[in-house]
């Protein structure tokens, strides 16, 4: 891809709802426990030591302001810029999918990688998270290469080879599991594998992929360790059959992908939530307030949106300045959250101005709830400055009608409403009316 094609890629993106940069982003990545890069128009500009190790590099210099796809293996060029255009186009983070890299000594690397789009020094960018498979990759090659060596690769592998019967009893495991599970492998031989599953259904979920596909690779998962402790899993299988065609049991390896798994729910908790506040950025809550009036427009049920706006914020930011703009913010959520019910949703629009949705409700035990809030924060006290202070909320309301066909149409009456309290006096909400 040239660097004209980069540009274009990184510009389909707008950049909203994806996670901003704090000053200790970049030392942190510093410490996790695998490979990351940071792509800005196509070019890296900042990547971690597990990155560089990956890709045999003696110092960082050697990568910055080299194109990423410098180092994709030319069979994986076209679907890795298929699934990057996607990204761009769409937001949606791509999932983990094997890759073949070429290090800067012309080395061949295996990784499992994902990315997400990201804000780098208030520029968009793409992240890229890679673990090394290449020594799973090379023991595979060496399985097919010789039988000889099976039992070597067997016995020094630090993931877990299994085998099972068809009922799914354990007929053989690798000494892996000693780090993995912390059982001896004489403890795991002779039972269910089920059995060390927290929820059976993510084994029906295994069992019934074999079943569709004979395969699988990658399959996520969860175990239970021998102290208790759950972990995530990553199995790649394969069904076995006898003579006769029938059903025998399962081969295959399982990896502990803890660290890659919380990595990943991290990103998603940046790219979904406000920093300050801790409930949902606009993006996410748009996006969940889209099911939660999809869910009413296929059930017939009932919703109530209702924005809510601190009156006078600008002021609070201008006299006592940002940081106590901040505290007010975060106390607003606090109150608010003492009135909501844990199936409501409520997400943060932007600077001052907040959105729930209240499923299941109707309009006199709605405007009952944002009164409830309204009087919290007329009690709450502020103080800055050796000044006190209380701050007032409006609200604007509506409920879904038929035809509702996005949620843009409630935002938009809510937002009609908002402005007749506002123009009403604050510290009130109003109702859209037809």
């Known amino acids: 891809m040239t660097r004209l094609e980069g540009q274009f890629l990184f ?32 070019l890296l500009a900042h990547v971690n030591p597990i990155a560089q190790q990956i890709l045999e590099a003696e110092k960082p210099d050697d990568l910055l302001g080299r194109s990423l796809f410098d180092f994709v293996e030319p069979a994986d060029l076209a679907q890795t810029q298929s699934r990057l255009r ?3 186009v769409d937001g949606t983070p791509n999932p983990p999918t094997e890759i073949r890299l070429l290090s800067l000594r012309g080395n061949l690397r295996v990784v499992v990688a994902s990315s997400r789009m990201y804000i780098f020094q208030g520029t968009p960018a793409l992240m890229i998270a890679a673990h090394d498979m290449t020594r799973m990759h090379q023991i595979h090659e060496q399985l097919r290469d010789n039988e000889q060596s099976l039992r070597q690769v067997f016995e020094s592998m630090q993931d877990v080879y299994y085998r099972t019967d068809a009922q799914g009893v354990v007929q053989m495991v690798g000494p892996g599991v000693r780090r993995v599970l912390g059982y001896e492998p004489h403890e795991i031989i002779g039972r269910k594998a089920e059995d060390y599953y927290p929820h059976p259904v993510d084994r029906d979920a295994f069992k019934q992929a074999i079943r569709d596909h004979g395969e699988v690779s990658d399959f996520p998962g969860q175990m239970v360790r021998s102290d208790g402790q759950v972990i995530d899993i990553s199995i790649s299988s394969h069904a076995l059959f006898d003579e006769n065609g029938n059903f025998a049991g399962v081969e295959g390896i399982y990896r502990d992908v803890t660290e890659r798994k919380m990595l990943e729910r991290e990103l998603l908790r940046l790219a979904t939530t406000d920093p300050l506040t801790g409930i949902a950025n606009r993006r996410a809550f748009l996006e969940r307030a889209s099911e939660h009036l999809k869910h009413c427009r296929r059930y017939g049920s009932h919703l109530v ?16 300045g940002h940081v106590a703009g901040d505290r007010v913010l975060v106390r607003f959520v606090d109150e608010a959250k003492q009135e909501l019910r844990e199936t409501d949703l409520f997400g943060r629009l932007g600077g001052e101005e907040f959105c729930v949705i209240l499923e299941q409700t109707t309009i006199e035990p709605a405007l009952k709830t944002i009164e409830r809030i309204q009087q919290r924060m007329r009690t709450t006290n502020f103080e800055d400055n ?36 506002k123009n009403d006096g604050r510290d009130r909400t109003a109702w859209y009316q037809e």
Not at 390 to 416: F, M, Q, Y
Request: no cysteine; proline share 3%; charged share 30%.
């Open 11 to 42: 510009s389909e993106s707008k950049g909203e709802g994806m996670p901003g940069k704090n000053d200790g982003d970049v030392d942190a990545f510093s410490q996790l426990p695998v490979g990351l890069a940071i792509a800005v128009d196509g």
């Open 86 to 88: 996607r990204l761009a």
């Open 386 to 421: 050796g000044e006190r202070y209380t701050v007032t909320v409006s609200a604007g309301g509506t409920e879904n009608l038929p035809e509702d066909a996005n949620i843009e149409r409630l935002l938009e009456r809510a937002d009609k409403a908002l402005y007749q309290a």
């Open 305 to 320: 949106l209702i924005i809510l706006d601190l009156d006078h914020f600008k002021a609070i930011n201008d006299r006592y």
